[in-house]
Nanobody
Framework: QVQLQESGPGLVEPAQTLSLTCTVS??????????WSWIRQSPGKGLEWMGA???????WYRPSLKSRTSISRDTSKNQVTLQLTFVTPEDTAVYYC????????????????????WGQGTHVTVSS
């Protein structure tokens, strides 16, 4: 059974870049037809899909976050990384990585049901 584990700093200063890593075990990130997403949930708000990378390394992003978001992968380490630039306190959230068998960009990407596996999440606070 695939397992996902997020890691990264819990505190980031405003205007800096947030970098998080999702380490996948029990399955390879290059397996056909799987998509690996970053999703966040701010206090009092619903899930917000940020973007995804697929089994070929192609990426998709939420239009409203595209200018600040970059998702990449390291196949040798079986990891997917997220970078979010110029963070503000509004980027404070629990950040999750998740897997889906459909391209989230063309489905209900903010719905929990779109994804079949989740990491436990990592809380990130943006504050000086």
């Amino acid at each position: 059974q695939v397992q996902l584990q997020e890691s990264g700093p819990g505190l980031v200063e405003p205007a800096q870049t947030l970098s998080l890593t999702c380490t996948v075990s029990g399955g390879t990130i290059t397996l056909y037809y799987y998509y690996w997403s970053w999703i966040r949930q701010s206090p009092g708000k619903g899930l917000e899909w940020m973007g995804a990378v697929d089994y070929n390394g192609k990426t998709w992003y939420r239009p409203s976050l595209k200018s600040r978001t970059s998702i990449s992968r390291d196949t040798s380490k079986n990891q997917v990384t997220l970078q979010l630039t110029f963070v503000t306190p509004e980027d404070t959230a629990v950040y999750y990585c998740a897997r889906s068998s459909q391209n989230p960009y063309y489905t209900d990407y903010d719905s929990r049901r779109t994804y079949d596996s989740w990491g436990q999440g990592t809380h990130v606070t943006v504050s000086s």
